[in-house]
Nanobody
Framework: VQLQASGGGLAQAGGSLRLSCAASGRSTSNFDMGWFRQAPGKGREFVAAIRWSGGSTTYADSAKGRFTISRDNAKNTVTLQMNSLKPEDTAVYYC???????????????WGQGTLVTVSS
């Protein structure tokens, strides 16, 4: 499956952004989907994941209460709604697809190219 992330940009602290991930090649209904991020000089870290059915979601502590992951298998898209943004949310955000649901990068074997989110204070 090929993944294309979009929606990144510049936001002020307290603002919102909505990231989208469009899949092609195979239906997203075959995969668990996740969002990860990588800040400058840091490793890639888990943000949120959603089961292939949409029936279960998991969030990093840093995302709980502020971010919402959702999916539309009919449209082959996954969305990350980010509210109450903080400067520490600044990172390149990647969507990923896999078959091992959870927080580990190893569970996801298809990755998009990333979209940059910058949050100013």
């Amino acid at each position: 499956v090929q993944l294309q992330a979009s929606g990144g940009g510049l936001a002020q602290a307290g603002g919102s952004l909505r990231l989208s991930c469009a899949a092609s090649g195979r239906s997203t209904s075959n995969f668990d989907m996740g969002w990860f991020r990588q800040a400058p000089g840091k490793g890639r870290e888990f943000v949120a994941a959603i089961r292939w059915s949409g029936g279960s979601t998991t969030y990093a502590d840093s995302a709980k209460g502020r971010f919402t992951i959702s999916r539309d298998n009919a449209k082959n898209t996954v969305t990350l709604q980010m509210n109450s943004l903080k400067p520490e949310d600044t990172a390149v955000y990647y969507c990923a697809a896999g078959n091992v649901y959870g927080v580990s990068l190893a569970g996801f074997d298809s990755w998009g190219q990333g979209t940059l989110v910058t949050v100013s204070s």
